[in-house]
T-cell receptor, first 115, second 115 residues
Framework: AQKVTQVQTEISVVEKEDVTLDCVYE???????LFWYKQPPSGELVFLIR??????QNEISGRYSWNFQKSTSSFNFTITASQVVDSAVYFC????????????FGQGTTLQVKP | EAGVAQSPRYKIIEKRQSVAFWCNPI?????LYWYQQILGQGPKLLIQ????????DSQLPKDRFSAERLKGVDSTLKIQPAKLEDSAVYLC?????????????FGPGTRLTVT
């Protein structure tokens, strides 16, 4: 069975603080893909990043960075110098090679960034 | 490029009534997904189409839910009769193919309230 667990349900920070959202996954597939999506109040899921199971290099995109550690089955997401516009629900998701492309989502982490 | 279109955006019905949602995927995308997102949870796959064929409907409550994608382009999801627990956001997504590494693009969703 495949499962995604997002450790934090809600996080509240003050603007300019760094914040890390934790994601732990379970899968028996040797080839799989991990995703992060952002869901702002408007409701549409916005793709942020995709990593495959063979690439454990960390990735940085502006204020966003991702740390993938296969040894601990974790795929954590850090926002540096958070901004009010980062307030949203963030979802970690998994798609394994035994799937047909469907995404298995975690329950989401609600991030509130206060001015 | 136009995104995934969904309508209506909001719908309120009474229990035991029927309702239908429509989705138009991104042009050229062979794979179409319907997800159900209950408040406070991550999206859960209901049904997946590859062109006009069903790939995965294992989590679709077939006694009341039905979906079709007759010409391999747009799709409709129907609930008949609706129950209170069907209150959720119904998200449509599309991707180029059903391979697990392809990004899924999500529509804005239809928020259903069953009273």
């Amino acid at each position: 069975a495949q499962k995604v667990t997002q450790v934090q349900t809600e996080i509240s920070v003050v603007e300019k603080e760094d914040v890390t959202l934790d994601c732990v996954y379970e899968t028996r597939d040797t080839t799989y893909y991990l995703f992060w999506y952002k869901q702002p109040p408007s409701g549409e899921l916005v793709f942020l990043i995709r990593r495959n199971s063979f690439d454990e290099q960390n990735e940085i995109s502006g204020r966003y960075s991702w740390n993938f550690q296969k040894s601990t089955s974790s795929f954590n997401f850090t926002i540096t110098a958070s901004q009010v516009v980062d307030s949203a629900v963030y979802f970690c998701a998994l798609s394994g090679s035994s799937n047909t492309g469907k995404l298995i989502f975690g329950q989401g982490t609600t991030l509130q960034v206060k001015p | 490029e136009a995104g995934v279109a969904q309508s209506p955006r909001y719908k309120i019905i009474e229990k035991r009534q029927s309702v239908a949602f429509w989705c138009n995927p991104i042009s050229g995308h062979a794979t179409l997904y319907w997800y159900q997102q209950i408040l406070g949870q991550g999206p859960k796959l209901l049904i997946q189409f590859q062109n006009n064929g069903v790939v995965d409907d294992s989590q679709l409550p077939k006694d009341r839910f039905s979906a079709e994608r007759l010409k391999g382009v747009d799709s409709t999801l129907k609930i008949q009769p609706a129950k209170l627990e069907d209150s959720a956001v119904y998200l449509c997504a599309s991707s180029l193919t059903d391979q697990s590494h392809y990004e899924q693009y999500f529509g804005p969703g239809t928020r259903l309230t069953v009273t």
